[in-house]
């Protein structure tokens, strides 16, 4: 049984610091990359940064691009998305999704995903 659970959202002032966790269970990060994506109400779900922790490439959507850090506990089978200087425009509910590509794949297919935490950044 493979299961993915997102933590650490929550409220978060603009230009504070927010850190979110994908605890992976039930695969192995030898054959699958991680993903982060958000949502807002009535938007499409946009792919935010992906880690591809067997070599450690990675993956940053230009809006987050020098902002967002992603890295991988394998021990752990964890990975975290560090949001700094968060904007109001980062808020979103944040999803942790699981594929068999690499990060440097020019499409992706999630194949599992994680149920999605809340992240509200205020002034």
């Known amino acids: 049984e493979v299961q993915l659970v997102e933590s650490g959202g929550g409220l978060v002032q603009a230009g504070g610091s927010l850190r979110l966790s994908c605890a992976a269970s039930g695969l192995s990060f030898e054959y699958y990359s991680i993903g982060w994506f958000r949502q807002v109400p009535g938007k499409e779900r946009e792919g935010v940064s992906c880690?591809?922790?067997?070599?450690?490439?990675?993956w940053y959507s230009d809006s987050v691009k020098g902002r967002f850090t992603i890295s991988s506990d394998n021990g752990k089978n964890t990975v975290s998305l560090q949001m700094n200087n968060p904007k109001l425009e980062d808020t979103a509910v944040y999803y942790c999704?699981?594929?068999?590509?690499?990060?440097?794949?020019?499409?992706?297919?999630?194949?599992?995903w994680g149920q999605g935490t809340q992240v509200t950044v205020s002034k």
């Open positions: 999704a699981a594929f068999p590509e690499s990060c440097g794949s020019p499409t992706i297919t999630p194949e599992y």
């Open positions: 880690i591809s922790s067997s070599d450690g490439n990675t």
